[in-house]
Structures are given as structure tokens and as C-alpha cells.
């Protein structure tokens, strides 16, 4: 027994007889109300707590006699009931601010369990709860305690949370209320201040900007004070990094208020254009922004916040697409880089302290898009966990027009996130201690577990969709609750002001000087001129070509490195099988070898790393390769352990990091994309199984990787590997939709090619890795081999790595020609061009008349190449694009205007290949050999025309 139990119990041992029903009795009182007992007895139960022979009577009762069945059924029936309320609490909880009841269950009511009030008074509170704070006495006080906690206006779910080491941490700090209403009269007043700048920024626009789109905050403003508290926190933590992302909704409020983006700068942004001058230059803090621009409440930024001393934090807000949640999987490869140190070899050495993410997403998309469960499904798995995100639903009841009910299949927006075992945190937004509870609480869960959790912050939406829907068309009920429901500013300021916390004057005190402060900012901005056209235009940087990079490197250091590649740790137990193969690789850059694609790619890799630029290579089944020819990771038979050939090599100067990645696309690659946004100093490379699965990432590179650097400013060097070429395995695996590529290139966005060299591959790699950080930098997007992984035509010589460097238009291997004599150039690209060298290598034809010629590069198309070519060709009558893609796929569309143009008198231009089609490729291997064979034939059939001819 403590010193103060024992003084406790002298001091009620002093009581007896009547005086003890008279003290039960007012302590029942105290406990309902402390202020409703006498202000003396009230400093009794203040000082010595409860009586302590409420507890003892029970004791001696039980004691004295076998406890009966029906006492064994009440106590059960109370711990259920317990139970219950933990679990079930939600259901009962007031979290709804306006036009939505709560569910209610009759699982939390005494009743269900036969119990009555007395029934629970007579159970010591102890037996139902080991942990019962002081003043919860009995199970009565237990269960109104309980309920208190879990169905008010914040609740709590977390059963689904499988480990207990977790759940013990959720439901202790849950229960001990250690994070709830504990805000001093000062930060009571912070808070309110802090609200009426968000209701105040809102209100300014509205009447300023009349019938302007803004998403605005209302009926959620709390997501500002929620974010305020993420910044405070992890300032207070040294945290390096937090990255954000989040939709339009409340956009423009949490850039001024949390990002800190000056007022004038949104306010020109109503205007015709962004004031520049306003804006910080690129690289520094601030926001960037390409040459054509996007919507206000797209555009991202950054703020740097000093920490006490001379640290500081650096919130960084992505730039976002009008699609929905798609930038949650960039945001995580954000903070995923901002953790890697990739300065060494071996694996990037991964401090979680780092950074951490926040994502805030809207009730109807966090449910609805497949995107939210493959970023959430990326949390956990080595490659890709960044330490927990704090995810945001910023949940207003309603998804544009469409209600909850014919939104989703599930009770609330953030079910989906139960899956993942991420506790889930519902809160009125119209409690603003609540809502900092949430906050507090789940950064703490964050911190300790660097695991997800979610706050489900449930408020309204005051407009419709945007400020110029009428929402009363589609939701009259609701919107008439709305109307009459105030604001949180109003409702926050009548408790404080019963609380004493305020006086009558200082909530209009506070609007006023909002009002005056943003009018003073406003009248002293001067109109903005209308852009010019060349504003609009691509900067130069980006115009020129790529040829200034030397890529060839000196035989030795290519030989020190392919050794380094097939050396094994000492005791290494490497697949016998695999280890064969290898050896087969030992001689390739000897005199008259060759190496094939897996080594020209392996040398790549080394030779970047030796250089000092780290590498990130994903995708499914990477690390292998889906076609076997990779294996940069490898088991020991025996241990299973595992070794990368890439971190044995003794020249590497930076880290090479391989994961395969989950069976994802969009989540993936819009990781990757994120991780080389943030990581310029890294080649950062996605693999798709099969090229065509990209187009389940159709989203990321429409909207982020194809568009960012115009729209945003977004720099990224990123390559993607997508596999492709018709080799008679169906539909599905044989177009990578090249043309798709094709059709967005513009404006220098990014390179496509579809190179058929092991030397092409590797100076094209080299070539991306030198344009890390440099201005000029751009994606990169190879159609890259399957069969010809094996093909001996794809090797190449050790000179070919050793001299020159990537070709955009390259020789025939066997074009058996005069130029002087040539009248059919063929030109073509990818697996195609392999299968016509062998076709003319197997012919008895001279082809004296036939100059081939390969597209490596197909954007920006090598057009100066090819004008020197053409000079060579004085007999030329004709131009023949072939393909194997059908001819509404492919190259054809993208190569004909730019060939159309370099025709000259008398000359034609030629399509030979497949018709339009509407599936990529025939299904039946034997009949695709004999079109794909009829293809070849005729492009190097020395007759002219044929269905598919075009005239010039
Ligand atoms: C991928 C995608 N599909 C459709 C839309 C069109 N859209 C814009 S906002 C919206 C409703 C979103 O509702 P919710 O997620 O609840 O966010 P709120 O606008 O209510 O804040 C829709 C359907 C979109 N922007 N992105």
C-alpha cells in the first residue's frame, strides 16, 4: 500500500454509521457534477478521492459466500459490455456535425446485457478495468467513463489491429485521455485566432473574387489548426522533411496558412496569371512553376520552418492533378528519397527520422480510387515503407454531387484503411479540442510505430462542389441543416466564451483586423499584366540535343568492372544452374565475344555507380527480370541469403538499390516518380512486367510524367523499361502502346526509344545518368527486348562500349549497299529490323539497291541524322517506314510527318507493315509468324506498292 492509499484509508476510517450513507451519497453527487456538492466536501474527494470502503464492503460481501451463477453472469456480462464499448463505440459517437445521425447500436447499452445501474455500482471497477483512473470507483463509473471516451465527439477503431504490442498503446492511450482536452486558456485562444484567419482568408475570397472556383475549407477549417500541430511536432522532433499531398478541396487555405505562400501571390493567381515576381526562383524555397501553367489549387510549394535551434523543417506540398489521390503513391516516393542516404555502396542506407508524410484525401475519392489501396498497400514492404503516413480524410459527407450512400459499400470513408491495420480516428470537425486530440495522438502512434494512421475528420462542406454549384439542387435537406448551422469559429467562441476563456469582443475584434489585414494586402497589389505567348513557351534549356555527353569508357575500367560483377562473397553458395550462366558472360568482352543485353545492362548500372550516381532500379519481379536475363540479386542455395553483384564491385562510389516491386502499376510507378523528383542526383528506373501493364499507370504519365516540367516546373531523368516486340504471344504481350508515348511527346518531355544493341542500351543509360540534375534532364522510356534477351544480333563488341556513344539512327548491321546505288531506304525500329537482318542475312538477294537504316531514338526523332543520310542517297526513289505494330499503333502516325517532310522530288513515302487493327497483336503464335514474316518480305521485296502503300 502507498503512503497516500494508507492516509486515504485513515482519513475514511474516521467515518461510520449514518455519515457513511451521507458521504456515498454526495460522491455519487461529486462524480456526476464536482461543483453540485458543498465547496468543503468537494476538497475532500479533491484531496483524498473515494471513500475506500466502497471498494472494501464488496470484498468482505464476496468474501464471505460463494459468489452465485447470477453474480458469475453480471460480471461477464459487464466485461462484454466493456468490450463492446471499445469496439463499437463509434457507432454511438457524435461525430457528425450536421445533417447526418449517428448510427447508434444497441451493443454499448447495459440493457442488452440485462444489466441495470445498480448492477454495475455493485461490480468494483477494478474487476471490469486493471486500469481505472482515480474516481472511476465502480462498473458503473467504468462504463459512463468508457463511453465518455470512445462515443463522444471523437472515437476511435482499432480491433483491427493485429499487433498487440499496438493495440496495448492505442487502447492505454486511448483510455488514459493523456492527449485529451488538456489545452490551456492561451492555446484555447491560439486556436480560435488561428480559425477565424482560415474563415476570414475564405470569406475575403469569396466576396472579392465573386463566382471565382476556390474548393474552399469551409465546414472543415480544423484541417488547418490539425496541420499547424503536424509542423509543431515534428519541428520539435528535428524531423528534415514533411511531404504533403491532398487534393483541391481546402487547398488554397493550407497554402496560406500552413505553407505560408503569401496572400498577394493567391491572390494575383485569381487574377489573369501568377505575379513571377512574387515567386522565389526555382530550387529555392517556393514555388515553381514550368511554362504553361496550371489551375491555382494544383500548384504545390514549399516552406522552410527554423526548429528552436539550428535545425529546421522543410513542408513540402506536391503539386496535384485534378485526378484524385494520384498523388499520394509521389508523395510517399518523395519522402522515401528524402530517407535514403544513397552516397555508398551497397543498399541506401534508410533513416526513417528523416521525414514522414501526410496525405489528406477526400471522403469520396479515398474509397472510390484504386490508387488509395495501392499507395496504402506500399506502407509495409521493405522497398518501399517510408515510416508511416498520417493520412487526412477531409470527409464534408459528399462527393461533388453524389451522396455517401451511393458512393460506397462501406459504413465509413476510411474502412478501406482496416485492411491495412491502420487504426482509424473519427472526429467532429466542430470540436476543435477533438480534432487536437486526433492530431496528437496520432502523431504520437506515428512516431512510436512509423506505421499509417488515419483521422477521419468529419465536417461539412458550407458551398457546393465549388463556390458556383448549387448544392440545394441535389442535397436540399442537407444544405438547409447547413445554412443554419454556424460556423466552427462561432460555436468554438460561445464555449470559450462560457468557459470565461473570452470576452463578448474578441471574436469580432479578431474578424475585423482579418478583414482589414487581407484588404491592406490586396489594395496594395498591382494588377498583374496578361502573359505573353513566348511566357508560355518551352525554355531553352531543354532544346538542344544530347550529343555532348561521352559515355564510351577505356577498356580496362569496363573489364575491372565486369570482373567485379561476377566476383561472390567469400562462402557464397551461388545456384549451380545460374552460376553457369554466368560463367558463359566471363569471356564476353574478350576479342571476338560479345556481350549480350543482361551484361551491356549489368556494365550500364556498374559503370554509373563507379561514376558516383546512386540507382534505383523496381518493378515486378526486377530483380530477376520476368525474362531471367538480370539476376542482380542472388540466393545462396544453402541460406537463402541474398547478395547483389552490384555492391561487390570495388569502384562503386554510390548505392544501388533493386526491389521487386508489388503487383501495381499506377502505385508504383507514381513512387518512382516521386523518389526521382526529389533524388535528381539518381537514376531512378521502372521496370513493367510486360509493356503494356503500363497503361494501368496511364494516369501517372499522363498527368505527372509526360506533363509536370510545363505544368509545374517538376524535373525527373526517370527511365522506364517496358518490354515489347511481336513475338506471337497474344494481345496482351506484345505492345508496349508505343504510340501512346508518341502521341504526348512534345516539347522535349522525355525520350522514347527502342534500341536493339547491348552497346546502344548501355550508352543510352550512361547518357541518362549525365543528365541528372542538369537542366536538360528529362524521362526517358525504352521499348526494351524479350526474345532478343537472347538473341546473339542484339551483342555487342567490346569496342562498341569502349568507342562512341548512343546513336539515335543506326546502321543496318548488314545493309549490303552502295549509297550510290540505293533506291529503297528502310527504316524501322525495334524487333522488326532484327528479324529483316536476318531475313536479308538468309537471302541469296544482293540487295544492292536497299539501304536500311534503324529509328533507335524515335523521340525527338533524329532528324538531322537522317537529313545527312539522305545526302548520301543520290538514287533514292522511295522511303519505307516498317513496323510491326498495325498501322493505326506504332511508330507510323508520329515518323510519317517528319519523313513526309524529308522527301524530295520524286520521291515516295511507303508503309509496310499490318492494317489498322483494333487489338494489338493476332493470338494464334503460327499465324502471327506468317504475317510477321509476310511484313518482313515485303519490305525487303524489291517490288514497289502493295495495299499499304501512301503516296507523297
Ligand atoms: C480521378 C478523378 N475522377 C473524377 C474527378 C472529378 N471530381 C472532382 S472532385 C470530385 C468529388 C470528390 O469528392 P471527395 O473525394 O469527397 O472530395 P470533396 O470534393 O468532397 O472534397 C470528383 C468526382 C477527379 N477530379 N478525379
Same mark, same amino acid.
Given at each position: 500500500?502507498?503512503?497516500?492509499?494508507?492516509?486515504?484509508?485513515?482519513?475514511?476510517?474516521?467515518?461510520?454509521?449514518?455519515?457513511?450513507?451521507?458521504?456515498?451519497?454526495?460522491?455519487?453527487?461529486?462524480?456526476?457534477?464536482?461543483?453540485?456538492?458543498?465547496?468543503?466536501?468537494?476538497?475532500?474527494?479533491?484531496?483524498?478521492?473515494?471513500?475506500?470502503?466502497?471498494?472494501?464492503?464488496?470484498?468482505?460481501?464476496?468474501?464471505?459466500?460463494?459468489?452465485?451463477?447470477?453474480?458469475?453472469?453480471?460480471?461477464?456480462?459487464?466485461?462484454?459490455?466493456?468490450?463492446?464499448?471499445?469496439?463499437?463505440?463509434?457507432?454511438?459517437?457524435?461525430?457528425?456535425?450536421?445533417?447526418?445521425?449517428?448510427?447508434?447500436?444497441?451493443?454499448?447499452?447495459?440493457?442488452?446485457?440485462?444489466?441495470?445501474?445498480?448492477?454495475?455500482?455493485?461490480?468494483?471497477?477494478?474487476?471490469?478495468?486493471?486500469?481505472?483512473?482515480?474516481?472511476?470507483?465502480?462498473?458503473?463509473?467504468?462504463?459512463?467513463?468508457?463511453?465518455?471516451?470512445?462515443?463522444?465527439?471523437?472515437?476511435?477503431?482499432?480491433?483491427?489491429?493485429?499487433?498487440?504490442?499496438?493495440?496495448?498503446?492505442?487502447?492505454?492511450?486511448?483510455?488514459?485521455?493523456?492527449?485529451?482536452?488538456?489545452?490551456?486558456?492561451?492555446?484555447?485562444? +491560439?486556436?480560435?485566432?488561428?480559425?477565424?484567419?482560415?474563415?476570414?482568408?475564405?470569406?475575403?475570397?469569396?466576396?472579392?473574387?465573386?463566382? +471565382?472556383?476556390?474548393?474552399?475549407?469551409?465546414?472543415?477549417?480544423?484541417?488547418?489548426?490539425?496541420?499547424?500541430?503536424?509542423?509543431?511536432?515534428?519541428?520539435?522532433?528535428?524531423?528534415?522533411?514533411?511531404?504533403?499531398?491532398?487534393?483541391?478541396?481546402?487547398?488554397?487555405?493550407?497554402?496560406?496558412?500552413?505553407?505560408?505562400?503569401?496572400?498577394?501571390?493567391?491572390?494575383?493567381?485569381?487574377?489573369?496569371?501568377?505575379?513571377?515576381?512574387?515567386?522565389?526562383?526555382?530550387?529555392?524555397?517556393?514555388?515553381?512553376?514550368?511554362?504553361?501553367?496550371?489551375?491555382?489549387?494544383?500548384?504545390?510549394?514549399?516552406?522552410?520552418?527554423?526548429?528552436?535551434?539550428?535545425?529546421?523543417?522543410?513542408?513540402?506540398?506536391?503539386?496535384?492533378?485534378?485526378?484524385?489521390?494520384?498523388?499520394?503513391?509521389?508523395?510517399?516516393?518523395?519522402?522515401?528519397?528524402?530517407?535514403?542516404?544513397?552516397?555508398?555502396?551497397?543498399?541506401?542506407?534508410?533513416?526513417?527520422?528523416?521525414?514522414?508524410?501526410?496525405?489528406?484525401?477526400?471522403?469520396?475519392?479515398?474509397?472510390?480510387?484504386?490508387?488509395?489501396?495501392?499507395?496504402?498497400?506500399?506502407?509495409?514492404?521493405?522497398?518501399?515503407?517510408?515510416?508511416?503516413?498520417?493520412?487526412?480524410?477531409?470527409?464534408?459527407?459528399?462527393?461533388?454531387?453524389?451522396?455517401?450512400?451511393?458512393?460506397?459499400?462501406?459504413?465509413?470513408?476510411?474502412?478501406?484503411?482496416?485492411?491495412?491495420?491502420?487504426?482509424?480516428?473519427?472526429?467532429?470537425?466542430?470540436?476543435?479540442?477533438?480534432?487536437?486530440?486526433?492530431?496528437?495522438?496520432?502523431?504520437?502512434?506515428?512516431?512510436?510505430?512509423?506505421?499509417?494512421?488515419?483521422?477521419?475528420?468529419?465536417?461539412?462542406?458550407?458551398?457546393?462542389?465549388?463556390?458556383?454549384?448549387?448544392?440545394?439542387? #441535389?442535397?436540399?435537406?442537407?444544405?438547409?441543416?447547413?445554412?443554419?448551422?454556424? #460556423?466552427?469559429?462561432?460555436?468554438?467562441?460561445?464555449?470559450?466564451?462560457?468557459?470565461?476563456?473570452?470576452?463578448?469582443?474578441?471574436?469580432?475584434?479578431?474578424?475585423?483586423?482579418?478583414?482589414?489585414?487581407? +484588404?491592406?494586402?490586396?489594395?496594395?497589389?498591382?494588377?498583374?499584366?496578361?502573359?505573353?505567348?513566348?511566357?508560355?513557351?518551352?525554355?531553352?534549356?531543354?532544346?538542344?540535343?544530347?550529343?555532348?555527353?561521352?559515355?564510351?569508357?577505356?577498356?580496362?575500367?569496363?573489364?575491372?568492372?565486369?570482373?567485379?560483377?561476377?566476383?561472390?562473397?567469400?562462402?557464397?553458395?551461388?545456384?549451380?544452374?545460374?552460376?553457369?550462366?554466368?560463367?558463359?558472360?566471363?569471356?564476353?568482352?574478350?576479342?571476338?565475344?560479345?556481350?549480350?543485353?543482361?551484361?551491356?545492362?549489368?556494365?550500364?548500372?556498374?559503370?554509373?555507380?563507379?561514376?558516383?550516381?546512386?540507382?534505383?532500379?523496381?518493378?515486378?519481379?526486377?530483380?530477376?527480370?520476368?525474362?531471367?536475363?538480370?539476376?542482380?540479386?542472388?540466393?545462396?542455395?544453402?541460406?537463402?541469403?541474398?547478395?547483389?553483384?552490384?555492391?561487390?564491385?570495388?569502384?562503386?562510389?554510390?548505392?544501388?538499390?533493386?526491389?521487386?516491386?508489388?503487383?501495381?502499376?499506377?502505385?508504383?510507378?507514381?513512387?518512382?516518380?516521386?523518389?526521382?523528383?526529389?533524388?535528381?542526383?539518381?537514376?531512378?528506373?521502372?521496370?513493367?512486367?510486360?509493356?503494356?501493364?503500363?497503361?494501368?499507370?496511364?494516369?501517372?504519365?499522363?498527368?505527372?510524367?509526360?506533363?509536370?516540367?510545363?505544368?509545374?516546373?517538376?524535373?525527373?531523368?526517370?527511365?522506364?523499361?517496358?518490354?515489347?516486340?511481336?513475338?506471337?504471344?497474344?494481345?496482351?504481350?506484345?505492345?508496349?502502346?508505343?504510340?501512346?508515348?508518341? +502521341?504526348?511527346?512534345?516539347?522535349?518531355?522525355?525520350?522514347?526509344?527502342?534500341?536493339?544493341?547491348?552497346?546502344?542500351?548501355?550508352?543510352?543509360?550512361?547518357?541518362?545518368?549525365?543528365?541528372?540534375?542538369?537542366?536538360?534532364?528529362?524521362?526517358?522510356?525504352?521499348?526494351?527486348?524479350?526474345?532478343?534477351?537472347?538473341?546473339?544480333?542484339?551483342?555487342?563488341?567490346?569496342?562498341?562500349?569502349?568507342?562512341?556513344?548512343?546513336?539515335?539512327?543506326?546502321?543496318?548491321?548488314?545493309?549490303?549497299?552502295?549509297?550510290?546505288?540505293?533506291?529503297?531506304?528502310?527504316?524501322?525500329?525495334?524487333?522488326?529490323?532484327?528479324?529483316?537482318?536476318?531475313?536479308?542475312?538468309?537471302?541469296?538477294?544482293?540487295?544492292?539497291?536497299?539501304?536500311?537504316?534503324?529509328?533507335?531514338?524515335?523521340?525527338?526523332?533524329?532528324?538531322?541524322?537522317?537529313?545527312?543520310?539522305?545526302?548520301?542517297?543520290?538514287?533514292?526513289?522511295?522511303?519505307?517506314?516498317?513496323?510491326?505494330?498495325?498501322?493505326?499503333?506504332?511508330?507510323?502516325?508520329?515518323?510519317?510527318?517528319?519523313?513526309?517532310?524529308?522527301?524530295?522530288?520524286?520521291?515516295?513515302?511507303?508503309?509496310?507493315?499490318?492494317?489498322?487493327?483494333?487489338?494489338?497483336?493476332?493470338?494464334?503464335?503460327?499465324?502471327?509468324?506468317?504475317?510477321?514474316?509476310?511484313?518482313?518480305?515485303?519490305?525487303?521485296?524489291?517490288?514497289?506498292?502493295?495495299?499499304?502503300?501512301?503516296?507523297?
Amino acid at each position: 500500500m502507498t503512503q497516500n492509499e494508507e492516509s486515504t484509508e485513515r482519513f475514511w476510517g474516521s467515518f461510520h454509521g449514518p455519515n457513511i450513507g451521507y458521504i456515498e451519497e454526495q460522491y455519487e453527487m461529486y462524480k456526476e457534477d464536482p461543483e453540485s456538492v458543498d465547496p468543503s466536501i468537494k476538497e475532500l474527494f479533491d484531496q483524498h478521492g473515494a471513500p475506500d470502503w466502497l471498494f472494501k464492503t464488496k470484498d468482505v460481501q464476496l468474501g464471505d459466500q460463494a459468489p452465485s451463477f447470477n453474480d458469475v453472469q453480471k460480471l461477464t456480462s459487464a466485461m462484454k459490455l466493456v468490450e463492446a464499448i471499445r469496439r463499437y463505440g463509434h457507432l454511438e459517437a457524435d461525430i457528425y456535425p450536421v445533417g447526418k445521425e449517428r448510427d447508434g447500436t444497441e451493443l454499448v447499452d447495459p440493457k442488452t446485457y440485462g444489466l441495470t445501474d445498480d448492477d454495475l455500482r455493485d461490480l468494483p471497477a477494478a474487476w471490469l478495468w486493471d486500469q481505472a483512473p482515480r474516481g472511476v470507483d465502480n462498473g458503473y463509473d467504468v462504463i459512463r467513463y468508457l463511453k465518455n471516451i470512445y462515443t463522444g465527439t471523437i472515437s476511435f477503431e482499432y480491433d483491427h489491429v493485429n499487433n498487440d504490442q499496438e493495440r496495448k498503446w492505442l487502447l492505454e492511450n486511448i483510455e488514459s485521455g493523456k492527449y485529451h482536452g488538456d489545452l490551456s486558456a492561451e492555446e484555447k485562444r +491560439q486556436l480560435l485566432d488561428r480559425l477565424a484567419h482560415v474563415e476570414g482568408f475564405e470569406n475575403f475570397l469569396h466576396k472579392t473574387f465573386v463566382g +471565382q472556383k476556390r474548393f474552399s475549407i469551409e465546414g472543415l477549417e480544423m484541417m488547418v489548426p490539425i496541420l499547424d500541430r503536424i509542423v509543431k511536432h515534428a519541428t520539435a522532433d528535428k524531423i528534415d522533411n514533411i511531404m504533403m499531398g491532398m487534393a483541391h478541396r481546402g487547398r488554397l487555405s493550407v497554402l496560406a496558412h500552413v505553407l505560408s505562400k503569401p496572400v498577394d501571390l493567391i491572390f494575383s493567381e485569381f487574377h489573369h496569371s501568377p505575379d513571377k515576381e512574387l515567386v522565389p526562383s526555382e530550387g529555392s524555397m517556393g514555388i515553381n512553376y514550368g511554362w504553361s501553367g496550371d489551375v491555382k489549387y494544383h500548384f504545390g510549394g514549399t516552406r522552410e520552418v527554423k526548429g528552436g535551434d539550428e535545425s529546421s523543417t522543410r513542408v513540402t506540398m506536391a503539386h496535384n492533378p485534378s485526378h484524385l489521390e494520384f498523388v499520394n503513391p509521389v508523395v510517399a516516393g518523395f519522402t522515401r528519397s528524402a530517407q535514403d542516404d544513397r552516397t555508398e555502396k551497397g543498399y541506401p542506407k534508410q533513416d526513417l527520422d528523416k521525414a514522414f508524410s501526410v496525405l489528406i484525401h477526400g471522403d469520396a475519392a479515398f474509397i472510390g480510387e484504386g490508387i488509395v489501396a495501392e499507395t496504402l498497400n506500399l506502407s509495409g514492404l521493405p522497398g518501399y515503407q517510408i515510416g508511416g503516413t498520417i493520412h487526412l480524410i477531409a470527409n464534408n459527407l459528399v462527393g461533388y454531387t453524389t451522396d455517401q450512400e451511393e458512393g460506397r459499400s462501406t459504413r465509413y470513408a476510411s474502412d478501406l484503411a482496416k485492411g491495412y491495420e491502420i487504426p482509424v480516428v473519427h472526429v467532429n470537425a466542430d470540436d476543435p479540442i477533438a480534432c487536437i486530440a486526433a492530431i496528437t495522438l496520432a502523431y504520437e502512434y506515428r512516431k512510436t510505430f512509423k506505421k499509417d494512421i488515419l483521422i477521419d475528420l468529419v465536417g461539412y462542406r458550407r458551398y457546393g462542389h465549388n463556390e458556383m454549384d448549387e448544392p440545394r439542387a #441535389t442535397q436540399p435537406l442537407l444544405y438547409r441543416a447547413i445554412d443554419e448551422h454556424p #460556423t466552427v469559429v462561432h460555436s468554438f467562441a460561445d464555449r470559450l466564451l462560457n468557459e470565461g476563456v473570452i470576452d463578448e469582443n474578441t471574436l469580432p475584434a479578431l474578424q475585423e483586423k482579418v478583414q482589414t489585414d487581407l +484588404q491592406t494586402i490586396y489594395d496594395s497589389m498591382k494588377e498583374n499584366p496578361l502573359p505573353t505567348l513566348d511566357s508560355i513557351e518551352m525554355p531553352e534549356d531543354l532544346a538542344g540535343d544530347l550529343d555532348q555527353f561521352e559515355t564510351a569508357i577505356p577498356y580496362t575500367t569496363l573489364k575491372a568492372l565486369h570482373d567485379g560483377l561476377l566476383e561472390r562473397p567469400e562462402g557464397f553458395n551461388a545456384f549451380k544452374r545460374l552460376d553457369r550462366v554466368f560463367r558463359r558472360r566471363e569471356k564476353m568482352l574478350d576479342e571476338g565475344s560479345k556481350a549480350d543485353w543482361g551484361t551491356g545492362e549489368a556494365l550500364a548500372y556498374a559503370s554509373i555507380i563507379a561514376d558516383g550516381t546512386p540507382i534505383r532500379l523496381t518493378g515486378q519481379d526486377s530483380e530477376r527480370g520476368t525474362f531471367a536475363h538480370r539476376h542482380l540479386v542472388l540466393y545462396d542455395e544453402n541460406t537463402s541469403d541474398t547478395y547483389s553483384p552490384m555492391h561487390g564491385i570495388k569502384e562503386a562510389k554510390a548505392s544501388f538499390d533493386i526491389h521487386n516491386s508489388p503487383l501495381s502499376e499506377a502505385g508504383v510507378l507514381g513512387f518512382e516518380y516521386g523518389y526521382s523528383v526529389h533524388s535528381q542526383d539518381t537514376l531512378v528506373i521502372w521496370e513493367a512486367q510486360f509493356g503494356d501493364f503500363a497503361n494501368a499507370a496511364q494516369v501517372i504519365f499522363d498527368q505527372f510524367i509526360s506533363s509536370a516540367r510545363a505544368k509545374w516546373g517538376d524535373k525527373s531523368n526517370m527511365v522506364m523499361l517496358l518490354p515489347h516486340g511481336y513475338e506471337g504471344q497474344g494481345p496482351e504481350h506484345s505492345s508496349a502502346r508505343l504510340e501512346r508515348f508518341l +502521341q504526348m511527346s512534345a516539347e522535349n518531355n522525355w525520350i522514347v526509344a527502342n534500341v536493339t544493341s547491348s552497346a546502344q542500351l548501355f550508352h543510352l543509360l550512361r547518357r541518362q545518368a549525365a543528365l541528372c540534375g542538369r537542366k536538360e534532364s528529362r524521362p526517358l522510356i525504352i521499348m526494351t527486348p524479350k526474345s532478343l534477351l537472347r538473341n546473339e544480333r542484339v551483342s555487342s563488341e567490346a569496342k562498341e562500349f569502349t568507342e562512341g556513344k548512343f546513336e539515335p539512327l543506326r546502321q543496318q548491321p548488314n545493309s549490303r549497299v552502295s549509297k550510290k546505288n540505293a533506291k529503297r531506304l528502310l527504316l524501322g525500329s525495334g524487333k522488326v529490323m532484327v528479324d529483316i537482318e536476318e531475313a536479308i542475312d538468309n537471302s541469296e538477294e544482293n540487295f544492292s539497291w536497299l539501304r536500311a537504316l534503324r529509328v533507335e531514338q524515335i523521340y525527338p526523332f533524329p532528324t538531322k541524322e537522317l537529313e545527312h543520310e539522305l545526302k548520301q542517297l543520290p538514287n533514292l526513289e522511295e522511303i519505307v517506314w516498317v513496323q510491326e505494330e498495325p498501322k493505326n499503333m506504332g511508330s507510323w502516325n508520329f515518323v510519317s510527318d517528319y519523313l513526309r517532310d524529308l522527301l524530295k522530288e520524286g520521291q515516295t513515302l511507303r508503309y509496310v507493315g499490318r492494317p489498322d487493327r483494333s487489338s494489338p497483336s493476332i493470338g494464334d503464335p503460327n499465324i502471327h509468324k506468317i504475317v510477321q514474316n509476310q511484313v518482313v518480305q515485303e519490305a525487303i521485296n524489291p517490288s514497289k506498292g502493295g495495299n499499304s502503300s501512301e503516296g507523297n
